[in-house]
Structure formats: structure tokens, C-alpha cells
């Protein structure tokens, strides 16, 4: 059982940065790949970012956001910059087996979720 809070959600302006982090709590963490996904009210949740001991995988994001992990502190962070208002959504961070996977059903632990709101 892997346990996920987010944090470091909240409202910016447009252009401004923020950094959410993923705080884990379970056993065998160091197996497990760690993503981001987002949710917009009426849309499908989207992949933003997953890391995993292959690497990193991105989607069309990559340039402003900026997946990593610090396994001494069992914590996925992702850096973002430059954003927009159509960033604006609940974040969720998930817990997978697998390489750096980018499917929903790939991924078996969900955090609650953090909202990020950005203003023009």
C-alpha cells in the first residue's frame, strides 16, 4: 500500500511559477514510478509527467514543466514555469509499476489532489 499527499498548490498569475510536491508513504517506494496528472472541470484527466528508473517522460509540457524525485525524502516534485491559465486544474500525483508510464490505468495509488489556479 503506497499512501500520496500533494502540496503546493494555489493561485498565480500568468507567467509565474509553482512548485507541487508528492510526499509517499508505503513500502518498496524505490520500485514504484511516480507521475503527475491533471484534471480541468469537464475535461478527461491528462498525463503531465512521470518519472521512473528508465528516465522521465513528458508530454508537450516538457519545456515549462519539470518532473523530479528525491528518494532520500520519498518525495516527486514538479516544477512549474511560465504558466498559463489553461493550466489551471487539480493535480494528482500516482504511484505505478512500470517504466515511466503515461496511461491512468497504469497506475495503481492516487493522491487527493492539490488545485492550481492561474489567473490572466
Known amino acids: 500500500q503506497v499512501q500520496l499527499v500533494e502540496s503546493g498548490g494555489g493561485l498565480v498569475q500568468a507567467g509565474g511559477s509553482l512548485r507541487l510536491s508528492c510526499a509517499a508513504t508505503g513500502r518498496f517506494l524505490s520500485s514504484y514510478a511516480f507521475g503527475w496528472f491533471r484534471q480541468a472541470p469537464g475535461k478527461e484527466r491528462e498525463f503531465v509527467a512521470s518519472i521512473g528508473w528508465t528516465g522521465v517522460n513528458t508530454n508537450s509540457m516538457k519545456d515549462r514543466f519539470t518532473i523530479s524525485r528525491d528518494n532520500a525524502k520519498n518525495t516527486v516534485y514538479l516544477q512549474m514555469n511560465s504558466l498559463k491559465p489553461e493550466d489551471t486544474a487539480v493535480y494528482y500525483c500516482?504511484?505505478?509499476?512500470?517504466?515511466?508510464?503515461?496511461?491512468?490505468?497504469?497506475?495503481?495509488?492516487w493522491g487527493q489532489g492539490t488545485q492550481v489556479t492561474v489567473s490572466s
Open positions: 500516482a504511484a505505478g509499476l512500470g517504466t515511466t508510464p503515461s496511461r491512468p490505468y497504469e497506475y495503481s495509488y
